[in-house]
């Protein structure tokens, strides 16, 4: 009994001296949280909820679209269903198109294409596929034990003593619920993307067969009157120079051929913007752009 007893104090013991811990150095434990990572991509892939507007893409969306910045100004409930690498195979965009409400006035699909989201590296949709097969226990206890399962997995001790250090070097992430990630880096550099693009296209160009499937997609939500919005993620001017002549994309063809099968192009300046590794908006740049987002969106159905 005393054995027991000594082992209840010395776990609160623990506890309160983990909490001081944490509360003295202020530990902001965002970058190395792998369990809030995890719940996040499952929760927004397994979701039920049905949403009036769904944004669709790679990282620069996921990390570039804020759905509650878009609906605070336009009204629109959305969810941003953005996989890193991801490319928009036919069962992609049928995943997508399965999140929207059934019969609202107006239902939306904005989706950012990026010269990476045709090659064929993409389209095998490897994060998307991932968290899309997760079993049903995964995913039950992912909706409904994930407070627990993150409070005690949030802080490593890796984490203490960079905090002890004053170390805030990494890249910081901000899990939401509606499937934006609000990030930045420290130290931040926009040329990074310049070494990482640089050779990502050899062998791994632009698929216009793949571009083509896509379009039928497209012209199939336009007939059950989805309205479909693209742009182009905004990334640093040196980025873009690389993807535009080493992918095969050609943005002014993709515009075209898009708005041909239905779908509303809308075109952004990356001025104003802070892309803190080349190709990634840090959180405030995008809030900002979001807010850019909903306006051109607004001003298409004011017309």
Same mark, same amino acid.
Do not use: C
């Given at each position: ?27 902001? &434990? ?5 369990? $809030? ?18 944004? @669709? ?6 990390? @570039? ?56 590296? $993409? ?33 490593? $001790? ?25 990030? &930045? ?17 050899? +062998? ?20 059950? @009157?989805?309205?479909?919005? $693209? ?41 104003? &913007? ?23 969106? +607004? ?5």
């Amino acid at each position: 009994m005393k054995e027991v007893k000594y082992k209840i104090i010395l776990s609160m013991l623990l506890i309160v001296t983990g909490v001081f811990i944490v509360k003295y150095f202020k530990i902001d &434990y965002t970058p190395t949280n792998k369990q $809030a990572e995890k719940n996040y991509w499952i929760k927004k892939t397994h979701t039920k909820e049905k949403f009036q507007i769904i944004y @669709g893409g790679d990282s620069r969306v996921h990390r @570039g679209v804020d759905p509650q910045t878009i609906e605070e100004i336009t009204g629109y409930k959305g969810l941003n269903l953005a996989y890193s690498s991801g490319g928009f195979s036919a069962e992609y965009f049928d995943f997508i198109s399965s999140k929207l409400e059934e019969k609202p006035k107006k239902r939306i699909i904005v989706l950012g294409l990026t010269p990476f989201s045709f090659t064929p590296d $993409a389209l095998k949709n490897e994060a998307f596929n991932q968290y899309l097969s997760k079993d049903r226990f995964t995913i039950f206890s992912t909706h409904y034990l994930s407070g627990i399962t993150s409070f005690f997995s949030s802080i490593t $001790a890796f984490d203490i003593i960079k905090k002890i250090k004053r170390s805030n070097h990494g890249n910081y992430f901000d899990f939401r619920d509606n499937g934006f990630i609000a990030s &930045y880096k420290i130290p931040s550099d926009s040329t990074e993307g310049d070494q990482v693009y640089s050779g990502k296209f050899d +062998q791994n160009r632009f698929d216009t067969q793949a571009f083509d499937v896509f379009l039928k997609s497209v012209k199939k939500a336009r007939v059950s @009157g989805i309205d479909i919005f $693209a742009f182009r993620p905004l990334t640093t001017q040196s980025v873009k120079q690389i993807e535009n002549t080493q992918s095969g994309y050609k943005e002014n063809q993709v515009k075209e051929r898009f708005e041909q099968a239905g779908g509303k192009w809308l075109s952004f300046s990356n001025r104003g &913007y802070y892309i803190y590794d080349g190709s990634h908006l840090d959180s405030t740049s995008a809030i900002r752009f979001s807010e850019q987002l909903a306006d051109s969106i +607004q001003q298409y159905y004011a017309h």
